[in-house]
């Protein structure tokens, strides 16, 4: 309700963020409070720019914070109703959670850098306990693709890259992870492993992009 600058929350938004419907008020802060302070500004913006009719219908993404202490990230859906006079008086819309979504990369399938510092983590915690295995992270630059993208087109460039992430795939073990991290530069998180092991994997690799 934009003139009471009021929210209703449905049990399905409460649910969400990890809470009970009784567990929220009807103030929109309940909302923004809980958006990460890197996306709130834009978040914001969007809305203003919805409800000043420069676009046609709000959508975007940003982050919440859970209950359970953890960003999820949300896709923002709505569409504001106005009065006879052009003035919105309503925002009504929905959130859905795309967190998986968000930890892949959209051309090649692999996970991304967020999803790989969180097996990072993972492994550096194990690391700490005694006799823990090792683990390795291995770095994949592919020097000179810009060459690609500027003389065969982006479309050439999209498709090595998927070559590129096709033939990492390849050359870990069921376990490890092989991520996208830019535009040309990929990771490989070999877990529990011993230090020859990860060299031997690393001459596959090179082998396997030759």
Request: charged share 25%.
């Amino acid at each position: 309700d934009l003139v009471a600058e009021a929210i209703q929350f449905s049990d399905e938004w409460a649910n969400l963020v990890g809470l009970t419907g009784s567990a929220l008020g009807s103030s929109p802060k309940e909302w923004f409070a809980r958006v990460h302070p890197e996306d709130l500004q834009h978040l914001q913006a969007q809305i203003a720019a919805h409800l000043e009719g420069v676009t046609e219908a709000l959508e975007t993404d940003h982050r919440v914070l859970h209950a359970d202490g953890t960003w999820r990230w949300m896709l923002c859906r709505g569409m504001a109703t106005k009065d006879a006079a052009g003035r919105p008086i309503r925002l009504a819309g929905a959130l859905i959670d795309i967190s998986h979504r968000m930890l892949f990369d959209g051309l090649t399938g692999l996970p991304n850098r967020s999803f790989l510092l969180d097996r990072v983590g993972e492994a550096l915690a194990r690391s700490r306990k005694e006799s823990a295995p090792g683990f390795c992270v291995l770095t994949v630059d592919l020097d000179r693709f810009k060459v690609v993208n500027d003389s065969l087109g982006h479309d050439a460039g999209d498709r090595l890259l998927i070559a590129v992430a096709r033939r990492l795939a390849t050359c870990v073990r069921p376990g490890d992870t092989v991520a996208r991290l830019s535009a040309d530069e990929f990771a490989v998180l070999l877990d529990s492993i011993e230090e020859g092991e990860a060299a031997r994997i690393g001459r596959r690799i090179q082998s396997v992009l030759a």
